[in-house]
């Protein structure tokens, strides 16, 4: 890995990149989504946000509302004693209970003695609404549309009304902090309206300036004591007209031109959020909206703009995106909008988590419909596997800034597990379980059926890796990644234990998320060593392991972890054919259970492969194929988004384009966000999760290039719909970025850029034609060599360095 050539390409670079771009700027899809009338409910309305302010706009033309939402309000507070100490001694009590196969004395135990005792947990929850009602002259309202740009993530309205053309443009801006609205209207003196609030947290609102100042306290007795205190702050400045606020308003009459700053802060990690606020705004509302729009635009485009998408041309391309959904919902199938859809959730994930993000996206990214966190799984951290999918794009998807917020938390995780990992496990390291929220919970939920799963840390912890492998920052993987893996590590060291029967090395006690199996004639859940434990443990062993010889470190650690891993049981194909959930080849409770935690081994990971371990793979289909024939199939959003992952890993094309079908047509509203639908989990009403968005467009992504088996795999999972089109910028591990164009499903022209010094083998059928390269690439060393039906082409570069192929 990371071998370097001796020339440099740098005579062919400019004319390649021209090249590019002339290639890839054909025939460019729209990256819009808009509609005909108003939103008339949260789930139809528009998202914006900076990373930590976000904001959904409604679009309505008499009575505006926009949704506020700030990542850092949080209910709740710190709980020191959200565990029952345990120990070493009693937990080998425990698990010997589990070693002489007394399971459902086991479970019982377990159930009293390792369950968390959360006090005052929280959950994160909206602010309230932002009013804006207009006044105007008599006339007929014509023209309306509403819509988002994902090229500049500016949300804009227009319609008429007489002969009066309204527009507005609202933007969450990262690099002025701030919501910034901005009205217009074709004839001078034509804007009149009041601003006002209306808030879902108790407030206390003061005029000041002509604008409006608001503060509390969250409170959500439903989670527990405690939560963040708030500030927000509503400025505007005006052409023309008059502006002055009483009574809690802002009114403003006979205006040209208004433009609107918000920003809502809270004293979560900052002790100056009340005069942060009163700056930003300030600071803000003394620039020319000109200045800042361009500057929102650069600072997000230098992100958006690294990839694109396009997977052929629809016949519903014109349509409002509304109307493109009811069609897919009713059986079509839509190209365009499967292309829009990846487009729209890496915007969403920019919109999610900035490097200057305070934390990571959350269940509902930094949106809330004040509908998760009334639930009582709250909007929280779930670990089990929501939020590594809110993440699987990053890194694919050429985001990888985007990963910041989400590797603070974990560093936070690691320091406030360290008391979980000694006080429950007597171990050293850290740990963390099924749910996690901003204040250091990292116990077991209450019940432990669902929220005992310690090596939920390891599984969050692997993203640090995947960073890296795609990166191959140095610098990063020695101060920031390798010192919280291999604290991980310590602590699976610690907490495995050897099965006197069978001499492997056993997680536990522990879950399959959420899963349960039955056990001479009960329903149980808790077992020592479920294969998700065993692919989580290899997972963290071989990282570290690899990190440790990178950094040239801790050789007689790595050896320590070699030597356990010998002790490893093998992933197991049960006596139905499918991969086996738990030690014991056990019947599972619930065939229909959404959760498939046993197949990490295939996707995100890379243990279980068609290529080196094809029974296993065939093992993992069969687990699919039984849960999804099973009745009553539980298929939630992100259920469906880890089918099309699982299913691309398979190279099964058909497959896994009938889940991205299904998954718009079943688990998105109209304004392609997707949802848990009504009766899931408890659930009375659909309700918003941003994980599909996330893995979904993963699993696009997953199913156009592969990396993980030490090459680069094209089109593994191509299906006929899309069978012409390109993309550009998408990642692969090793530091590279690849464009791509294709046409009939055959490839046409590859570009590689490196972003680290390395070689890069490319897979390319032969059926694709011969590879070509131009003139000047002789520079470049290329080997070839001949598998069955593929050509297999190693390029070696340079940071910074591309080279262009295409097959004829």
Known sequence: MRKTCSILLISIITILITNVQFVFSQNVPSSTLWYEQPADEWMKSLPLGNGRIGAMVFGGIETETIALNEVTMWSGQPDKFQERPLG???????????????????????????????????????????????????????????????????????????????????????????LIIHLTASKSRSLSLDISLDMLRESVITDVDNGLEFSGKVSFPKQGPGGVNFKGKVAVSAKDGKVSAANSMINIEGATEVTLILDLRTDYNNKQYKEDCTGTVDKALSQTYNLLRNRHINDYSNLYKR????????????????????????????????????????????????????????????????????????????????????????????????NVPLFGYIKDLSVHGRKTAKNVYGARGWAANTVANVWGYTASGQGVNWGLFPLAGSWIASHLWAHYVYTLDDGFLRDEAYPILKSNAEFLLDYMVQDPESGYLMTGPGTSPENSFRYKGDELSVSLMPACDRQLAYEAFTSCIEASKILKTDDKFRDSLNMALKKFPPIMIGKNGAVQEWFEDLEEAQANHRHTTHLLALYPFSQI????????????????????????????????????????????????????????????????????????????????????????????????????????????????????????????????????????????????????????????????????????????????????????????????????????
């Open 609 to 808: 492969s068609p290529v080196k371990t094809p029974d296993l793979a065939n093992a993992a289909r069969k687990t699919i194929e039984y849960r999804l024939a099973a009745p009553n199939w539980e298929d939630v959003e992100w259920s469906r988004a880890n089918m099309i992952c699982l299913y691309a890993r398979l190279f099964d094309a058909k497959k896994a384009y009938e889940s991205v079908v299904q998954l718009q047509r079943e688990f998105t509203r109209e304004n392609l966000l997707t949802i848990s639908p009504e009766g899931i989990a408890g659930a009375p009403y659909d309700i918003f999760i941003f994980d599909g968005n996330e893995a979904g467009g993963a699993g696009i992504a997953e199913m156009l290039i592969q990396s993980h088996e030490g090459y680069i795999e094209l089109l593994p999972a191509l299906p006929q719909q899309w069978n012409t089109g390109y993309f550009r910028g998408l990642c692969v591990r090793g530091g590279g970025e690849v464009d791509l164009k294709w046409k009939e499903g055959r490839v046409r022209n590859i570009v590689i850029k490196a972003t680290a010094d390395n070689e890069f083998t490319f897979k390319v059928a032969k059926s694709h034609g011969d590879i070509s390269f131009p003139k000047g690439a002789d520079n470049v060393r290329i080997q070839r060599n001949t598998e069955r039906n593929h050509n297999f082409i190693t390029v070696s570069l340079k940071k910074g360095q591309s080279l262009e192929m295409n097959c004829k």
């Open 88 to 178: 070493k001694t009693m937990l080998n009590d425990i698990r010997q209970l589990f070693f002489e196969g007394k399971y459902a004395k086991g479970n019982r135990v377990v159930s009293e003695f390792m369950s968390g005792t959360p006090h005052s947990f929280g959950s994160h929850v909206p602010a309230g609404d932002l009013k804006l009602k207009f006044r105007y002259p008599a006339g007929t309202i014509s023209g309306y549309k509403r819509e988002l740009n994902l090229d500049n993530a500016i949300n804009t309205v227009s319609y008429k009304i007489g002969n009066v053309q309204y527009t507005r443009e609202y933007f969450c801006s990262n690099p002025d902090n701030a």
């Open 307 to 402: 990839v694109d998408l396009f997977l052929g041309r629809s016949e519903a391309d014109k349509l409002p995106t509304d109307r493109r959904w009811e069609r897919v919902k009713a059986g079509k199938e839509d190209v365009g909008l499967d292309a829009l859809f990846f487009l729209y959730a890496r915007y969403l994930l920019i919109a999610a988590s900035r490097e200057n993000s305070p934390l990571p996206a959350n269940l509902q990214g930094i949106w809330n419909d004040n509908l998760a966190c009334n639930m009582g799984w709250t909007n929280d951290y779930h670990l089990d596997i929501n939020t590594q999918q809110n993440y699987w794009l990053s890194n694919i998807g050429n985001l990888h800034e985007c």
